[in-house]
């Protein structure tokens, strides 16, 4: 089984703090993605990437940025958090093919106070 | 640029029956994947059932099954003999086949009731 794992559950941050989201993935999947969902929304790609140090944007880039140092790892940063930016985050990978299912890690629901 | 739309924010239905969620997208082009994604509330999304857009046969997966519709740009979802572990949020998603990115709905919450 694909196995995609977040680094916390529940982060709570100040406004103005650089916050770093970590993901995980146990399939030598060359894509991963970073989502964040929030009610009525559904997800809305914030950053993807299909190998080693590329990277893409996706709808919502703005206020995030990306780090792809390993292909198993895949980071998201928030350089200076804002409120708005209180959500959840998911994490995906998926092969490189196309039409591949994406699969999901548990989320990170981050509160910025 | 694609759009996937669930007209029904929230659904519920008697445990044993039958459901069907919709979900219409908006798209140009003429491959692409359509994809029914579930996430209970302990949050981790799980696929439910993947369509490729060429195959005129709607996909089944065990009690869910899909109704797509190309011409009309539909992939309504349904769930046959609710369970109680079938309560989620269900999301609906396109991707085309050139490219790597999903188009989310806005998601519809099924409550299954005992």
């Known amino acids: 089984d694909v196995k995609v794992t977040q680094s916390s559950r529940y982060l709570v941050k100040r406004t103005g703090e650089k916050v770093f989201l970590e993901c995980v993935q146990d399939?030598?999947?060359?894509?991963m993605f970073w989502y964040r969902q929030d009610p009525g929304l559904g997800l809305r790609l914030i950053y993807f990437s299909y190998d080693v140090k590329m990277k893409e944007k996706g709808d919502i880039p703005e206020g995030y940025s990306v780090s792809r140092e390993k292909k198993e790892r895949f980071s998201l940063i928030l350089e200076s958090a804002s409120t708005n930016q209180t959500s959840m985050y998911l994490c995906?990978?998926?092969?490189?093919?196309?039409?591949?299912?994406?699969?999901f890690g548990p989320g990170t629901r981050l509160l910025v106070l | 640029a694609q759009t996937v739309t669930q007209s029904q924010p929230e659904m519920s239905v008697q445990e044993a029956e039958t459901v069907t969620l919709s979900c219409t997208y908006d798209t140009s082009e003429s491959n692409y994947y359509l994809f029914w994604y579930k996430q209970p509330p302990s949050r981790q999304m799980i696929l439910v059932i993947r369509?490729?857009?060429?195959?005129?046969q709607n996909a089944t997966e065990n009690r869910f099954s899909v109704n797509f519709q190309k011409a009309a740009k539909s992939f309504s979802l349904k769930i046959s003999d609710s369970q109680l572990g079938d309560t989620a949020m269900y999301f609906c998603?396109?991707?085309?086949?050139?490219?790597?990115?999903?188009?989310f709905g806005g998601g519809t919450r099924l409550m299954v009731k005992p």
């Open positions: 995906a990978s998926s092969l490189s093919n196309g039409g591949e299912t994406q699969y």
């Open positions: 998603a396109s991707l085309h086949n050139a490219g790597n990115m999903l188009t």
């Open positions: 399939m030598d999947h060359e894509n």
């Open positions: 369509q490729e857009a060429y195959k005129q």
